[in-house]
């Protein structure tokens, strides 16, 4: 499923690559992509680790209220992984998740992660100073998918192995506050998702950060 839905996305990419915009209204495709660090937070879970934090924007809608301002309403694609400790992995059933020791279970694992996506619907306000620098400031709705996990180990007989399983249960809808500081095409983002990716024990209880750089209307 999950490389169903990269594939469509980046798709989009190739297929939406286009702008339409007079002084007061704009219609634009993939006008930012963003890669940085997601981060734990909140958690009583010692052995979940940050990861990775990958994003772009699918479509902006906007309107300029005036010269060197604009409120804008988008579709983003996000994915984010999360790591277990050394020793530790994310065993998966029943579509839930939770992190054990792999003492016992495995001779070694090299590393486990686990995964989701979600759609987002951002809706900003972008402040140009100067013509060059642009301050973003919003909030995004989110759509989370099922996550995925992955565990590489080896095993009893030394034989490098993967064990990848998907379903598992997150809490459907979440949002987070974002901001921008953008220097002509480049520059960083921050975001906090204040909501649990996971309810009612599906998964560890944490919600996450990211920071990270992003490359801002890069077709220009």
């Known amino acids: 499923m999950k490389k169903i839905v990269i594939a469509i996305a980046f798709a989009m990419i190739s297929f939406l690559g286009f702008a339409q915009e007079n002084e007061t209204v704009y219609f634009d495709a993939v006008t930012n992509i963003r890669i940085g660090y997601a981060g734990v937070v909140n958690t009583s879970e010692e052995n979940l680790q940050g990861g990775v934090d990958f994003g772009f924007n699918l479509i ?59 759609f987002g619907m951002p809706l900003n306000f972008t402040q140009t100073i100067g013509g060059k620098l642009a301050v973003t400031v919003g909030a995004t709705a989110k759509i989370n998918l099922d996550s995925d996990t992955f565990v590489s180990y080896l ?66």
């Open 60 to 118: 902006e809608f906007g309107v300029r209220p005036y010269a060197t301002g604009a409120i804008s309403l988008g579709v983003d694609f996000n994915l984010d992984s999360f790591h277990a400790a050394d020793g530790y992995y994310f065993l998966t059933a029943s579509h839930k998740t939770a992190i054990v020791p792999a003492l016992n279970v495995f001779r070694e694992v090299k590393r486990s992660r686990l995964e989701v996506i979600n």
């Open 155 to 220: 095993s009893a007989t030394e034989d490098y192995n993967s064990l990848y399983t998907s379903g598992v249960k997150t809490q459907r809808f979440g949002y987070d506050i974002h901001m921008a500081v953008t220097y002509e095409n480049f520059g960083i983002y921050a975001s906090y998702s204040p909501m649990r990716l996971f309810e009612n024990g599906n998964g560890p209880d944490f919600n996450f950060f990211s920071v990270g750089l992003i490359l801002r209307n890069f077709d220009d």
